[in-house]
């Protein structure tokens, strides 16, 4: 079901099943263009496929981005190896909550995605990667699994093409960092969820040391329309390198919080104004956090910007997650930031020492700064040591950590120093220690 | 150890959905999957899940380590967790944690005395536009008032709770 | 060869092989690049993150440990970006390390410090409070304290690629992980201490030297260990003449990083409380206390008398005492005694595997070979249990070089976690090598190591099958002890003189064997140096005369007239010669008083004889076995500096008389060491001995043995 109403501004192409009576059942889906485009795919060569996913410029809506054709293009065909195809719904990023709506409201549609994407490298076997928390998802997908199976749709020669396909899901088990596509091929082999050294990519060896296609949840969800309309026809509802819709969802002080379906390069105050109804009780804006935690934040002077990944890149930030948060003039940066930094220490895997120590170090100085025990040198302290981990960790998820950090401390740097002059706490500042 | 058939069921077709040799795979899910019917993860629980998936002890123990949903101590018969990230921080999660821990007499972690309700602040749920979400065991409930909260402690303690209604 | 690259670091043009590492390339042009993670032969990690430089072109620094060297990189370690990344990293790292060098075991040898020095700030700005965790004793010989901990991962990386043990894993995440034992809370393991001297900080401990000294306190003795046959360099650090510890701290021995348990801590033999002093004689029944010339003379007397009236001497020499010894005693035996009856207990068939490859060069197998040949067979061994370092050897060669390893074996082996294997009951070896003689004739090349299952004849079937597989070949006869193949080549051995001579060139009739010796009814004398016969065998002559040199009262030295205390290996100098047959010098350690060296005792005897046996100082006797044993010319100038030459004496025709049932392994196994093991409190005190030999991996949590995990082939390449 969904969980807020729709807005007449969205554009659905990848959520207009989740109104339907029944959206999860194969025979709705069969109803509206379902299993339309894998027979069109299985018509299709492998080289013509990615082609027409380069035209779609269909780009990875986990987080970077990346462009989904190119990514199917670099798995080597032919190694001998059995391939993979893996769906990243490990969805954690603060903010972000569509993966767990196209699951629930519309499973076969991301079935057939990885049908698509099976066929293109000649896979026998996918695996749905399923955050633990998520678990009455695993029961729909399943069920959704078995209906493919039992009206030909997934198992053996799959519509006569004498291709082989199976669709299994996986539990993950509470752990932001297996969202990291190396981390989630870890923990699908039953280990902790540690980043891999790359090079090699997963594309080249993912999971179980084989060639993988290894996606978010709506990447895949995109696909199957692309096939039906034709990647220029889905390149044609985004800008520019930035194809198609994707699900916005919104959270924070507006009055309509939601996901949304929406363009790319839909603009980021028509977002809030127009399809949420604005900031609530009369509030002013103060600043959004456009793609998730991970997303340096823009403050309100900023945000007269196009929802697109290279638009919000070129404004130090970053489209990420689709998850944007609307904080209201009222909000106390200190306590998000302290948040934030929070979460990062919390799901570091400490694998590396600027993240393991980095994440935790800032945490520390954050909660006594919130405790009412800054120091005027914590604020610089703040910026310098989220520098020292920015480019230097072995994953992004420092990066993570460090960016927002490093934005709220450069974009709100007077809420830090008005901080400082509130009532002091009654917490000493430990000395430092002589060595 | 033995298991209920269902969850026999569940564990073999776990182990026939990974690729031959690599039924190391099902150690997360079984172990998930083992909990939830056993109340935690014990020693036995840990041999039984080596012995099944073929790794060593070790293995496992490196896993349970790493992933905050396994619990080593048993959890209440149910387990409230708060979000408090940063969606949920924006309308007002803290101030239901603070309500929660008083309401129920528990830091986080903790379990009531009775075994029946265990309390614990999570990160972000995924129910972030429909702020703020609490789970209970795997129920989420979302718009999470402190007079919510409250209707849905009562409905544990007084065993009229029933799974869904976000 | 592939075409070597070109690239630049700190303004060098340098050069080499494609796949070269950063960090590996600037170490060879003495360029210095700083990390803790990155570790020679071990699987990379980029964990440290201290490794990182700038290459041009490249906006983000890069990790030196991971980044290949390419055509025309240009790479720079000195810059100031470098500088501070490397600062900021050491910062990171100090911030929930305890500051106490001057208490922690680990100060003054502590990589984290170095780096603090070399790197880091004179200040810290970390005012939090530090998350502290207890420390953890895992067994009595490793001790863990979590808050020193950098997770680095040498340790599980050792433990797991390096020894296929992976009794190391890790638990928790981000600020709380940390390493963890294999059983929850205590360690099931080789307890080899490998992970203790990886460790680059005070995290990992030992628990036979933690807190007793300063390292710099120390003087730091490269020797050889006397345990096992494999020879492995261990380095005693020696306080007030005392030894303190044993570790691996030059890597310089033909062990590289390995040590077993043995190696590392059963040192604590030589200060036991039963320890002899002093010399005994029997007096009115009793061993009594005696200077050393009371009893030199007794045993001087009752030797000549027994002499003169041409009695029946035995002698059984030692697997343990240096060759220098073995050489003066068999000479003591032939020249002074005029007897032939000398023998020593032999635990593998190396004079049958000699004559079998008379004629051949090239054909024993060195330790560095077992890493560099490309393929090997184990027959008939626990290699693992029985000859660690060996096992250590193979295992990186089929880690690193992906060579090729066969095991025919009773039981199950570690090996058979990476190696071909065949179960074969003893006897039935030779059907299990038929099995695979299509493989190994595959091979290019192979080492065969074959424990004491093999003997006589047996010996000559395997050279013949070997032959027929029509490649190169060479061989390892596997013995048990620190100097079992010295005693051979020195002549402990009743028809053979040194380096396998017939004993007939020292005008001498071929003697009785040990078990002869024991069991002849009218031997007037027997003496034994550094064995222990009457632990298993009883002595038929009840009114024989005997002498023993020993360090404790073993089974032998009760049973004796005279008995004379000696030096272990590590408070002498000399030689000693490992299975594979590589001579290596033992140095002196500690400074122990009462006992002599059995090379002076020898030497003593010969005195108070009236007898010239030439030599006597070490270096002296040394220049004589060079000269006139074959093989042993060895080059003075590696020995004396603490390499090794591997001896090969192969003479032609030897003229044996085979008794293959003297051929007796003593089974030991890590925790072992026959009476030696005995006395030592540290290898008898951990939960895993004495081991089994060729136990069931798979049963791991039930038999009282280090787990031995099943990892797949691709995970640890």
Redesign the interface.
């Known amino acids: 079901m969904r ?2 109403e729709p807005s007449p501004l969205e554009q659905m192409i990848i959520s207009y099943r989740f109104d339907l009576p029944n959206s999860t059942s194969i025979d709705t889906y069969l109803a509206n263009d379902g299993y339309v485009a894998v027979k069109k795919a299985l018509a299709m060569t492998p080289e013509a496929i990615i082609e027409e996913l380069k035209v779609s410029s269909l780009r990875g809506r986990g987080g970077a981005g990346f462009p989904t054709g190119m990514k199917w293009s670099f798995v080597p065909r032919n190694t001998g190896k ?1 391939t993979y195809v893996i769906c990243n719904s490990d ?7 569509k ?2 709506l196209l699951m629930e409201n519309d499973p076969h549609q991301l079935i057939e995605g990885m049908l698509i994407a099976g066929w293109t490298i000649k896979s026998n ?1 996918g ?1 749905i990667f399923i ?6 998802l695993i029961e729909i997908v399943d069920r959704a699994i078995a209906e493919a199976y039992e009206r030909g749709y997934l198992g053996k020669n799959i519509l006569g093409s004498g291709w082989d396909f ?1 669709v ?1 899901t ?7 960092e297996c969202g990291e596509e190396s981390a989630l091929l870890e ?7 540690i980043p891999r ?1 790359k090079p090699p990519f997963p594309a080249v060896v993912g999971a ?2 084989s060639p993988t296609i290894l996606n978010n949840c709506e990447t895949y969800s995109a696909v199957p329309w692309i096939f039906r309309n034709g990647g220029a026809a889905y390149a044609a509802l985004g800008t520019p390198k930035n194809g198609g819709t994707r699900l916005m ?5 507006v009055n309509k ?3 949304y379906e929406l363009p790319m390069g839909f603009p980021l105050m028509r977002l809030i104004n127009e399809i949420c109804g604005g900031i609530r009780n009369g509030k002013k804006l103060k600043a959004v ?1 456009p793609g998730g ?1 991970s997303s340096p934040i823009l403050k309100a002077e900023e945000c007269d910007i196009p929802l697109d990944f290279d638009s919000l890149a070129k404004a130090k930030t970053m489209a990420g997650s689709g ?1 944007l ?3 209201d003039e009222d ?1 106390d940066i200190v ?2 930031a302290l ?2 930094i929070k ?1 990062y ?10 993240c ?6 800032l945490k ?2 954050l909660s ?1 700064f919130h405790d009412g025990g800054g120091l005027q040198s914590d604020i610089d ?1 703040i910026g310098e040591l989220a520098g ?1 981990m920015l ?4 994953c992004a998820l420092g990066d993570a950590a460090a960016m927002p950090t490093a934005a709220f401390i450069a974009k709100f740097r007077g809420e830090f120093e008005a901080y400082l002059n509130k009532s002091r706490s009654t917490q000493s ?5 002589v ?1 | 150890m033995t298991f209920s058939p269902e969850l026999e069921a569940r564990f073999a077709k776990l182990l026939e959905s990974y690729p031959t040799g690599r039924q190391r795979s099902a150690v997360v899910p079984m172990l998930l999957y083992a909990q939830d019917e056993i109340g935690c993860v014990t020693q036995e629980l840990v041999e039984e899940v080596a012995h099944r998936c073929g790794v060593t002890p070790l293995q496992v123990d490196e896993v349970i380590g790493y992933y905050s949903m396994l619990h080593r101590k048993p959890l209440g018969k149910y387990h409230v967790q708060v979000c408090t990230n940063i969606a949920c921080q924006a309308v007002g999660a803290e101030e239901l944690w603070d309500h929660a821990c008083e309401r129920l007499r528990l830091g986080n972690k903790e379990v009531s005395p009775d075994g029946l309700i265990s309390l614990e602040e999570v990160e972000c749920l995924g129910a972030c536009s429909w702020a703020p979400a609490i789970q209970i065991n795997y129920d989420f409930h979302h718009h999470v008032t402190p007079e919510r909260f409250d209707r849905l402690m009562d409905a544990l303690a007084n065993g009229s709770y029933s799974k869904k209604a976000s | 060869m592939a075409d070597p690259v070109n690239f630049t670091i700190d303004g060098h043009q340098l050069q080499a092989a494609p796949g070269t590492l950063v960090i590996n390339a600037a170490k060879q042009a003495g360029i210095s690049i700083p990390s803790f993670c990155y570790y020679d032969n071990l699987s990379l990690q980029a964990a440290c993150r201290m490794c990182l430089v700038e290459v041009e072109k490249t906006p983000k620094l890069q990790v030196a440990c991971t980044l290949p060297v390419a055509e025309g990189m240009v790479i720079h370690t000195d810059t100031p970006q470098v500088h501070q990344a490397r600062k900021s990293m050491v910062e990171f790292l100090l911030t929930n390390h305890p500051l106490d060098c001057p208490v922690c075991d680990k100060g003054g040898e502590c990589e984290l410090q170095d780096m603090a020095f070399r790197y880091g700030a004179g200040f810290s700005r970390f005012r939090e409070a530090k998350i502290h965790v207890d420390e953890k004793q895992w067994s009595p010989i490793v001790f863990y304290d979590a808050p020193r901990c950098i997770l680095c991962y040498r340790c599980v990386r050792i433990c797991g690629e390096g020894l296929g043990v992976s009794a190391l894993g890790i638990g928790n995440r981000g600020a709380a992980a940390e390493i963890v034992p294999n059983r929850g809370d205590h360690l099931e393991c080789d307890e080899c201490g490998l992970c203790i001297d990886i460790c680059p900080v005070g995290a990992l401990t030992s628990g036979t030297y933690r807190y007793k000294t300063r390292p710099w306190e120390m003087e730091h003795v490269g020797t050889i260990c006397t345990h096992c046959s494999n020879g492995c360099k261990t380095t005693l650090g020696v306080r007030n003449g005392q030894i303190i510890r044993a570790n691996n701290r030059d890597r310089s021995g033909v062990n590289g990083e390995f040590l077993c348990v043995k190696g590392r801590y059963a040192f604590d033999f030589y200060d036991h409380p039963d320890r002899l002093t002093a010399p005994l004689v029997r007096q009115g029944g009793e061993l009594r206390p005696v200077s050393w010339a009371q009893a030199l003379a007794v045993v001087a007397k009752r030797f000549s008398e027994i002499r003169a009236k041409n009695g029946k001497f035995g002698v059984i020499g030692s697997n343990h005492t240096t060759n220098e010894e073995n050489y003066q005693l068999q000479k003591f035996a032939r020249q002074v005694l005029r007897t032939s009856n000398i023998d020593h207990h032999r635990t593998g068939d190396v004079a049958t595997l000699l004559d079998a490859l008379n004629g051949r060069s090239n054909a024993l197998a060195s330790t560095a070979d077992l890493f560099n040949i490309n393929a090997a067979l184990i027959i008939d061994a626990d290699l693992a249990q029985e000859q660690p370092f060996l096992a250590f050897q193979l295992r990186a060669n089929w880690r690193l070089r992906k060579g090729h390893v066969y095991a025919v074996t009773p039981g199950p082996v570690r090996e058979d976690n990476y190696a071909t294997t065949v179960r074969s009951d003893f006897g039935k070896e030779f059907d299990a090598l038929e099995s695979l003689r299509e493989r190994l004739a595959a091979e290019s090349e192979l080492a065969i190591l074959f424990g004491a299952a093999i003997r006589g004849e047996d010996v000559r079937r395997l050279v013949a099958f070997g032959d027929s597989l029509g490649i190169p070949v060479k061989y390892v006869a596997l013995v048990d002890y620190s100097n079992s193949r010295g005693a051979a080549d020195m002549g402990l051995l009743p028809d053979l003189l040194p380096g396998y001579r017939p004993v007939s060139e020292a005008g001498l009739g071929p003697g009785l064997d040990y078990d002869q010796i024991l069991a002849a009814a009218d031997l007037n004398a027997l003496w034994v140096v550094g064995a222990n016969p009457l632990s298993r065998q009883t002595l038929a002559s009840g009114d024989a005369f005997v002498v023993v040199q020993e360090l404790f009262l073993t089974e032998t030295a009760q049973r004796a007239d005279v008995v004379l205390p000696t030096f272990c290996a590590y408070e002498k100098n000399g030689t000693v010669t490992n299975v594979c047959g590589d001579v290596q010098k033992l140095n002196r350690g500690p400074k122990t008083m009462g006992p002599k060296p059995d090379l002076d005792i020898i030497a003593l005897l010969a005195r108070e004889m009236r007898e010239d046996l030439g030599p006597v100082k070490v270096d002296h006797v040394f220049d004589e076995i060079r000269k006139s044993v074959h093989g042993y010319a060895v080059p003075l100038g590696i020995i004396e500096t603490g390499g090794a030459v591997q001896a090969v004496p192969l003479n032609g025709h030897i003229q044996i008389q085979s008794r293959p049932e003297l051929i007796r392994s003593a089974g030991n196994t890590l925790y072992t060491s026959g009476t030696l093991g005995r006395y030592s409190q540290m290898l008898n005190s951990v939960i895993e001995a004495p081991g089994a030999l060729y136990h069931d991996p798979h049963k791991a949590p039930v038999v009282r043995k280090g787990s031995v995990q099943v990892e797949t082939t691709e995970e640890y390449r």
């Not at chain 1, 955050?131 to 009455?136: A, I, L, T, W």
């Not at chain 1, 220490?345 to 600027?354: K, L, V, Y």
């Not at chain 1, 393991?356 to 170090?361: A, K, L, P, S």
């Open positions: 969980y807020n059995p969805e954690s990023e603060p903010g972000t909550c993966d767990r076997k695996y955050r633990g928390e998520y678990r009455y199976d299994y996986h539990t993950g088990a509470g752990a932001y923990s699908l082999e039953g280990k902790r969820g050294l179980f040391q969802c919104v959270s924070g002080h919080p939601g996901v956090i935690s998850g948060v609307v904080l909000t306590a998000v948040r934030t979460f220490a919390h799901e570091s895997c400490g694998w590396c020492i600027p393991r120590e980095g994440t935790t170090w520390k100085i006594r302290l020292n480019g230097r960790t072995f500042v430990p000395e430092l220690a060595v």
